[in-house]
């Protein structure tokens, strides 16, 4: 084999995804290229001629353009393209010039498609879309979870269990006892009992009662076996469709701490669904960490349990969970030791003398927090909240909360946006009419404001405030066409690391490694633009994947642009959330940071093909929003 040969070879096979093909495969394909060199600003591929080479950059670097003559990307050595036109109908469909002095590999195009048949990991490489690393790694992802695809009714062990609320303890425990289950469904009466008649509309349950209202209600408050269900059940019951995803009904019992859930289906009640049910089929990590969150009696014992906080993080992205599944469980367990906190402060002090809601803001309030996060949170009080009265009181509280959640690893918010910052404590009047200040002057200030404050959800307290300010503030900015300007011109400043050949634009950080913040050159800059989308559409939702549901439905975005920018996001935060989990197993303080030259090929290009999308819908903000009245 002639020395030059083996150079072409050993080139070739330190590029995907040549790399995966068998050594003699390789060294055959290798013999059959052609080597062709062209000066710079050459055409190399004309539209519309007859392709018969799969093209690979030796070196230099190459333009590719749309068939309007619209630049569409630039590539450099290790590179491919002409592969679409070779697919598709052996025509070029992107044609190609050299950017400067470039040596091109020429593949068979026979040849080429013969490995793409033969070899499925090669020619999978080729055979997507543009966007095909995000989009496989996504679907793999979903793919390869089974609480992504496996329905709660799939879980549940028996049919329900009924009784009226007129019968005793005594008969409930009994019948417990017999059907050898941990809860009863309760109905006022006979008549709502549900039909198995199908199409027949039922009332759904008035309560529940488990075996731990048994325990608390009854046997510790010394009731007598006579008490009917009606003075002991669980109201206000949360529910779920029976076809819901288990993640689902697993998220549903960490936000509100609940045990068992009844399944509905057409307003009759299909099963229940328990913990213990969900802990047969999956991991109970973040479920058990919630339990144990609100079981603690001091600061201290919170804080000695927020280590477990990373180890959760660790078991899920390991039981490969989706990075909407980890923020959501990341999210509520930060939850669930603020309402700790809460409980615990006003132990401390007594009974609040007026009302309060507290706020959580930001990437909690979103349900996509994770492990490298300060706290942002705030306080609605009520309208006859009186200062000199009560501000004592809530300054108290304020500050033990979040003393609390610092020394549990929530860090102090740089800029003060914490309900202990009296600036952060007011009535939904107040709340209000800071708002429409924001809304109606849109200064740097207000927009920076609006990028924290505008994603906010009830933690404890009166929550259907936080429902109330959220409708406010949608409704008071999707008419304001000059916010929603000024709100996309400032949705542009953070830019993504990606330079004039696509080649990432690093920086050099405290420990001196040139890296990558994903958080804020990649998803904030994303979040930024789908909250602006989601206002404009009057959409109330809070998670940023939720929030492109409601974009999607309004038809707003291009087609096909919503699932680019969904994988983007979910890609971005894949790689940060690994990024964090890597660092945690090393015993290194995680951050939000990655070292490109750290990453494979295939993520790199991945990272590549997220920041472009990134690129893209950033310029869409300055064709759809303008302060103008049209828009």
């Excluded at 198995?196 to 008035?206: H, I, T, W």
């Excluded at 010394?222 to 009917?228: D, I, V």
Aim: hydrophobic share 40%; aromatic share 8%.
């Amino acid at each position: 084999m002639s020395a030059e040969i083996q150079d072409i070879i050993a080139f070739v096979r330190a590029h995907e995804p040549f790399d995966c093909l068998p050594e003699s495969e390789l060294a055959t394909m290798c013999g059959q290229i052609e080597v062709s060199y062209f000066q710079a600003q050459s055409q190399i591929l004309h539209f519309g001629e007859s392709i018969d080479s799969l093209c690979l950059i030796r070196s230099g670097s190459v333009e590719v353009f749309r068939r309007t003559g619209e630049l569409y990307n630039r590539l450099e050595s290790g590179h491919v393209f002409g592969q679409m036109g070779i697919l598709m109908n052996g025509h070029v469909r992107y044609p190609v010039r050299a950017l400067e002095d470039s040596l091109i590999y020429r593949i068979p195009s026979q040849v080429f498609l013969d490995l793409c048949e033969q070899y499925g990991e090669f020619g999978d490489y080729f055979e997507v879309n543009e966007h095909s690393t995000l989009q496989q790694v996504v679907l793999n992802q979903v793919a390869d979870n089974d609480m992504t695809t496996v329905r709660v009714r799939d879980i549940i062990q028996r049919d329900p269990v009924y009784l009226y609320a007129d019968a005793s303890v005594h008969e409930c425990a009994k019948e417990m006892t017999e059907q050898r289950v941990s809860s009863v469904v309760v109905f006022d009466h006979a008549t709502d009992q549900p039909s198995e008649e199908a199409g027949v509309s039922v009332a759904l349950p008035s309560g529940i009662v488990t075996d731990r209202d048994l325990r608390s209600r009854v046997l510790a408050e010394g009731l007598p076996l006579s008490t009917p269900l009606r003075d002991i059940m669980s109201v206000d019951l949360i529910t779920v469709e029976h076809d819901a995803y288990v993640y689902e009904a697993m998220l549903l019992m960490l936000r509100h701490n609940v045990h068992h859930l009844p399944l509905v289906h057409r307003h009759k009640v299909t099963g229940v669904v328990s913990l213990s049910d969900i802990v047969r089929h999956e991991s109970q990590n973040s479920l058990l960490l919630v339990r144990g969150i609100m079981s603690q009696e001091t600061v201290e014992d919170l804080v000695a349990l927020s280590p477990q906080v990373a180890s959760v993080m660790v078991r899920m992205l390991k039981e490969d969970a989706n990075s909407h599944m980890i923020g959501t469980a990341m999210s509520v367990i930060g939850r669930a030791f603020k309402q700790r906190l809460l409980q615990l402060a006003e132990m401390a002090l007594g009974p609040p003398p007026v009302p309060y809601c507290f706020l959580a803001l930001g990437s909690m309030a979103r349900e996509e927090q994770l492990l490298v996060t300060d706290q942002d949170n705030a306080m609605i009080l009520s309208a006859d909240y009186n200062e000199a009265k009560h501000g004592h009181y809530f300054k108290s509280l304020a500050d033990f909360v979040c003393d609390g959640l610092h020394a549990c690893g929530y860090t102090y918010c740089d800029g003060g946006i914490m309900a202990s910052n009296p600036q952060w404590r007011m009535t939904l009047e107040g709340w209000k009419a800071q708002f429409s200040l924001w809304i109606e002057k849109p200064d740097p200030q207000a927009l920076l404001n609006a990028s924290i404050f505008f994603d906010l959800s009830g933690v404890a307290g009166k929550t259907a405030w936080a429902e109330q300010l959220t409708r406010f503030i949608v409704n008071k900015a999707k008419s304001n066409r000059p916010f929603l300007a000024a709100l996309a011109r400032n949705a542009l400043n953070r830019t993504p690391p990606l330079g004039f050949f696509k080649n990432f634009v690093v920086e050099k950080d405290g420990r001196q490694r040139y890296s990558l913040n994903l958080k804020r050159r990649g998803t904030a800059p994303l979040v930024d633009v789908i909250r602006l989308h989601a206002l404009a559409e009057g959409s109330l939702a809070q998670n940023s994947f939720d929030r492109l549901d409601d974009i999607a439905q309004s038809k707003l975005l291009p087609e096909g642009k919503r699932d680019e920018i969904s994988d983007a996001l979910e890609y971005l935060s894949m790689i940060r959330i690994r990024q964090q989990v890597a660092a945690v197993e090393a015993g290194e303080t995680a951050d939000n940071t990655v070292e490109p030259e750290t990453l494979s090929q295939k993520e790199r290009r991945g990272l590549k093909e997220a920041f472009q999308v990134l690129s893209n819908a950033q310029k869409f903000l300055r064709y759809r929003y303008t302060a103008g009245p049209t828009g």
